[in-house]
């Protein structure tokens, strides 16, 4: 089984009905948008089209979409891998790297003992109740 896919692969009409109008909302406002704001006549069609087609299947035979949820969701997961490192790289990149250089910068020297200090270490006074906890 791949990582990240649960290992139940049934789902329940009630479910897959939730993936359908949720999927296919989405669709419709996506259509929405590229039709109307957008004037893309033939993508806002066929993204109604698939939304339509969508909400229909999730009221008349739900359990059809179970295929198409499979797919969905490891289409989801593909892209995840790729968008998921990408993200957090240039979250490193842009926010943590440039805060850490300017606290360098202003003097900030977190790992470094205080003045006056042969070491970090700060001596904790252990209470009674943490010494057997199992």
Same mark, same amino acid.
């Given at each position: 089984?791949?990582?990240?896919?649960?290992?139940?692969?049934?789902?329940?009409?009630?479910?897959?009905? @939730?993936? +359908?109008?949720?999927?296919?909302? &989405?669709?419709?406002? !996506?259509? /929405?948008?590229?039709? $109307? =704001?957008?004037?893309? *006549?033939?993508?806002?069609?066929?993204?109604?089209?698939?939304?339509? @087609?969508? +909400?229909?299947?999730?009221?008349? &035979?739900?359990?059809? !979409?179970? /295929?198409?949820?499979? $797919? =969905?969701?490891?289409? *989801?997961?593909?892209?995840?891998?790729?968008?998921?490192?990408?993200?957090?790289? +240039?979250?490193?990149?842009?926010?943590?790297?440039?805060?850490?250089?300017?606290?360098?910068?202003?003097?900030?020297?977190?790992?470094?003992?205080?003045?006056?200090?042969?070491?970090?270490?700060?001596?904790?006074?252990?209470?009674?109740?943490?010494?057997?906890?199992?």
């Amino acid at each position: 089984m791949a990582a990240g896919i649960p290992a139940r692969l049934t789902k329940t009409r009630a479910e897959l009905r @939730a993936f +359908a109008f949720t999927v296919g909302g &989405a669709f419709a406002v !996506l259509g /929405a948008l590229a039709w $109307g =704001w957008r004037g893309h *006549a033939a993508t806002g069609q066929a993204l109604l089209g698939a939304a339509a @087609a969508l +909400a229909a299947a999730g009221v008349v &035979a739900p359990h059809r !979409l179970a /295929a198409v949820e499979r $797919g =969905w969701m490891a289409l *989801a997961l593909a892209i995840s891998k790729v968008t998921t490192p990408v993200f957090m790289g +240039a979250v490193y990149l842009l926010v943590i790297t440039p805060g850490g250089v300017l606290r360098r910068t202003l003097g900030a020297r977190v790992l470094e003992p205080s003045r006056g200090r042969a070491t970090a270490w700060v001596a904790v006074r252990r209470s009674p109740s943490m010494e057997r906890q199992f």
